[in-house]
T-cell receptor
């Protein structure tokens, strides 16, 4: 579990501010993902990345930006935070190919937008 | 796009009883179906998964069944224990990058 970390764990920000959530993994997994978790919606995919410099939109990408300059890092930026972006954000990673498609989740970041 | 529906949203059982959670998926190309368990305040963790070429898989007290024709799959927990109390998510994947999750089932096991 220590192989994938997120920071900060808790964040309170104001509407309109830019905020970046960090994700770091030590397994050299090719695939990385950002999800948001809201009551009644389960886990919804925001963005994913197949490798460094390769990213693509998920189900709910509006208002978010990602980058992946290094394999181990996958930051998520809210360009201008809105109250509807109050949520718990999980980063996850997965190895390329292999027998299992198991995703390993980070501990989550609880973000509150006031 | 792919959609995964999960029922029930809440399930309460007596310790020692069985619990069943059911999911349906829409994309017939889905071929991998994981189940994740999330304890309160923790991260989701994989507990069991099944591929489309298998109809049933069992791991101790938990089992998953898959009906490809009907496009539904289920999680079965036998001899439930208080530590089974958590939120359970089903999911479907077509083998690509996107895994679509169900909305979750909150399981309460009463001692």
């Amino acid at each position: 579990d220590a192989g994938i970390t997120q920071s900060p764990r808790y964040k309170i920000t104001e509407t309109g501010r830019q905020v970046t959530l960090m994700c770091h993994q030590t397994w050299s997994h090719s695939y990385m993902f950002w999800y948001r978790q809201d009551l009644g919606h389960g886990l919804r995919l925001i963005y994913y990345s197949a490798a460094a410099d390769i990213t693509d939109k998920g189900e709910v990408p509006d208002g978010y930006v990602v980058s992946r300059s290094k394999t181990e890092n996958f930051p998520l930026t809210l360009e201008s935070a809105t109250r509807s972006q109050t949520s718990v954000y999980f980063c996850a990673s997965r190895e390329q190919g292999g027998v299992s498609y198991e995703q390993y989740f980070g501990p989550g970041t609880r973000l509150t937008v006031t | 796009g792919e959609n995964v529906e999960q029922h029930p949203s809440t399930l309460s059982v007596q310790e020692g009883d069985s619990a069943v959670i059911k999911c349906t998926y829409s994309d017939s190309a889905s071929n991998y179906f994981p189940w994740y368990k999330q304890e309160l305040g923790k991260r989701p963790q994989l507990i069991i998964d099944i591929r489309s070429n298998v109809g049933e898989k069992k791991d101790q007290r938990i089992a998953v069944t898959l009906n490809k024709t009907a496009k539904h799959f289920s999680l079965h927990i036998t001899e439930t224990q208080p530590e089974d109390s958590a939120v359970y998510f089903c999911a479907a994947n077509t083998g690509g990058f996107k895994t679509i999750f169900g909305a979750g089932t909150r399981l309460f096991v009463k001692a």
